[in-house]
């Protein structure tokens, strides 16, 4: 028979196990990212959309030679832009390829006359097509110089991010490329609570070249991981081309690496683990700078830090749209630029607030669908 004593001990006991099991952490379990402050808690019960149809697995490629690690999974296609120093380097003979457009169109116009004084110049139709890229006067267009991937960790986050590392580490040797997580992850008590990565090198055809990865584990205080996110850290990876842009459209991607780096089933050498998410986030709460998803579009992967949203809708237009109209919120001036592949076309916008905030707004039309990548970028980090 317990006494108030034994009981008092007994309910304390218990207690205090359930506090452990509520911080318990294993090196191999992730935590999603921070609900953002002011909005209401997540549903526990956060609807999941089928995302498979939109998935590419490990090997998958991304540019440059790197592919989607073994154990990750990307979400939507792989999103390509031109930068701005892109664009603005061919812009000159952008200019000058209407010019001499007009100039044919005039003399088209003016043999006509000579043959029939009575002709009219022919009444001009809006070229406003999706399919139109923006340098579509040049012979060539230059190709975009900047890839993104947003990918979903369902395997072990410590062997997933370091085979990352041992991709970069094979493409820019001479770069320092980490190997551990602890002198690009921040942490509390030996928890992740975020990973940021920039290196900048040289490829082995000489392509200099400038890649950021992020890791989001999620919000370790609360359990909570981004909408669709399946209680997984979600990863960034952004490769942006930053030589004499005229010189990378001569030269080609590298498309194979060497010796990358056999990466074992170990713990981090730095002992860093990764916290455990209980739920995901509801689609409902405000995301990428407090945009709020329509019911029209599907969350395919979301994530806090950094800022941003993969989405899907049915209708091209509706894509194109939501696209445009996110940074018009946001932003004094829309820059609009379309780049057009074998059988994907890209429409990017841009722009930024008056604190040095930039917004892309990305929108892939393509055989498996139409996507947008919603992408915040704080003031002073590469876009």
Not at 61 to 68: E, I, R, S
Not at 227 to 256: C, H, I, N
Not at 353 to 361: E, H
Request: net charge negative; proline share 9%.
């Amino acid at each position: 028979m317990f006494t108030s004593k034994s009981y008092r001990l007994a309910a304390s006991a218990a207690v205090l196990a359930m506090v452990l099991s509520a911080c318990q952490t294993t090196a191999d379990e992730p935590d999603p990212a921070s609900t953002p402050a002011g909005t209401a808690a997540p549903s526990p019960a956060a609807a999941t959309p089928d995302v498979a149809p939109f998935e590419s697995g490990p090997e998958s490629p991304l540019g440059y030679g790197l592919q989607v690690p073994d154990g990750a999974t990307q979400l939507g296609p792989l999103t390509r832009v031109r930068s701005a120093e892109l664009i603005a380097t061919f812009a000159p003979d952008l200019q000058a390829g209407a010019a001499r457009k007009s100039a044919a169109e005039r003399e088209k116009l003016a043999e006509r006359l000579a043959d029939d004084p009575t002709a009219t110049a022919p009444t001009p139709t809006p070229d406003v097509r999706p399919s139109d890229d923006t340098f579509r006067v040049l012979e060539e267009q230059p190709r975009p110089d900047t890839i993104l991937s947003v990918m979903r960790i369902d395997g072990r986050p410590t062997q997933v991010v370091r085979r990352m590392l041992a991709q970069l580490d094979a493409l820019l040797p001479a770069s320092d490329v980490p190997t551990g997580l602890s002198s690009w992850c921040s942490s509390r008590q030996q928890r992740i609570t975020g990973c940021r990565l920039g290196v900048s090198g040289t490829t082995s055809d000489k392509r200099d070249v400038r890649i950021v990865v992020t890791v989001d584990p999620g919000n370790a205080t609360t359990g909570t991981a981004a909408p669709s996110a399946r209680r997984r850290p979600v990863m960034t990876l952004q490769v942006k081309y930053v030589g004499d842009p005229r010189l990378g459209q001569a030269e080609r991607e590298s498309s194979d690496l060497a010796d990358v780096k056999k990466i074992d089933d170990g713990p981090d050498p730095t002992g860093l683990t990764w916290p455990s998410m209980r739920r995901d986030a509801s689609r409902q709460i405000p995301l990428v700078d407090g945009f709020v998803v329509p019911t029209a579009a599907n969350i395919l992967l979301s994530g806090y830090e950094p800022s941003f949203v993969e989405l899907n809708t049915d209708k091209a237009g509706t894509a194109d749209d939501l696209a445009r109209q996110w940074v018009a919120d946001r932003s004094g001036e829309v820059a609009k630029d379309i780049a057009v592949e074998l059988n994907e076309v890209s429409t990017t916008y841009s722009g930024s607030s008056k604190d040095g905030t930039f917004y892309r707004a990305s929108y892939t039309l393509s055989a498996r669908g139409n996507y947008v990548l919603l992408m915040v970028y704080p003031p002073g980090h590469t876009h």
